[in-house]
């Protein structure tokens, strides 16, 4: 077993990918957390950059998407600066750091995501970053193409899960067992057309990285059905019960303990309902 001293170290080839130690790979000090609180400021680089962040089963590029979603989340803007700017000393493009933000805008709402987005172009501006946004979105289609793709999407993602909520509206995948009413027949168009047509096909980012953004978020916002239903989805397009465990425990030190334990517990239920099924 690695002494703590080991762990500790093992952190610098991480902190120094995401561009956070200097010229010699030794990490930058946090000025105030080594003044105040200096233990802490060696148990998150221990804990968090030598243990989590150096685990199998999530890559790097997979745990700074699943980082900057939940923190944008969060509200913790300034830690949100701090890791888009990781993000692109790791190798994620500017469009791409946009796109996981875009993500997550019908999950976490239009506020936060503006409010993301903001912080990331003065991160841009602050570096001298002319962007290349994918332009996608055609305002001319036809409505019902619109909402066919986001039928195909969400049915490609959830499964049958959409069908069975589309009475109640359940277009993130959340069902309320109720009878149809109006309002939510045009929810259930609304999501399907621009979470699911607009949103999730978007290039940029593959569908299992928008998984893991979307899982990131809904540990957050999510019902339990609702990150019941992604947690199946993530299976679906081919996330692994390895990756989606990591995923929560990698969390943890973002989210807290409590919050992150019960989203694998979710995750628990579903996997054994999967091996039952199977068997």
């Known amino acids: 077993m690695a002494t703590l001293d080991e762990r500790f170290r093992s952190g610098y080839p991480i902190l120094s990918r995401l561009g956070r130690a200097d010229a010699d790979g030794v990490p930058v000090v946090n000025p105030m ?12 680089g221990e804990a968090c950059f030598g243990v989590l962040w ?37 190798g994620l493009s500017p469009a791409q750091i946009v796109e996981i933000i875009l993500q997550i805008f019908f999950y976490a709402g239009a506020p936060i995501g503006t409010t993301a987005l903001d912080i990331a172009n003065n991160v841009f501006q602050e570096r001298a970053i002319v962007v290349q946004p994918y332009r996608v979105f055609d305002p001319t289609e036809d409505p019902e193409e619109l909402y066919r793709r986001g ?43 621009y979470l699911w047509g607009s949103v ?7 569908t299992q990285s928008r998984m ?9 916002t999510g019902s339990e059905v609702a990150l019941t239903n992604h947690i ?48």
């Not at 300034?78 to 700017?85: C, S, T, V």
């Not at 995923?247 to 309902?273: C, D, E």
Request: aromatic content about 6%.
């Open 54 to 90: 150096n685990r199998p089963g999530l890559n790097i590029e997979q745990r700074s998407m699943a980082t900057i979603s939940i923190i944008a989340v969060l509200r913790r803007d300034d830690n949100l600066k701090g890791h888009i700017e990781s993000g692109l000393d790791l």
């Open 151 to 193: 039928l195909a999407k969400r049915q490609e993602v959830l499964g049958d899960v959409s069908i069975a909520g589309a009475a109640a509206g359940a277009g993130a995948g959340d069902t309320a067992g109720t009878a149809a009413d109006p309002v939510d027949d045009d929810w259930e168009r609304y999501l399907l057309e």
């Open 232 to 279: 199946r989805g993530a299976r679906r397009v081919g996330l692994t019960e390895e990756q989606i465990n990591e995923l929560f425990f990698h969390l943890t030190f973002y989210t807290g303990a409590p919050i992150a334990r019960q989203s694998r517990g979710l995750a628990r239920q579903v996997f054994n309902k999967q091996t039952k099924f199977q068997s």
């Open 212 to 220: 893991i953004c979307t899982l990131a978020a809904l540990t957050i």
């Open 33 to 44: 957390l080594s003044t105040i609180a200096p233990d802490l400021w060696r148990i998150i």
């Open 200 to 206: 999730w096909p978007r290039p940029g980012l593959d």
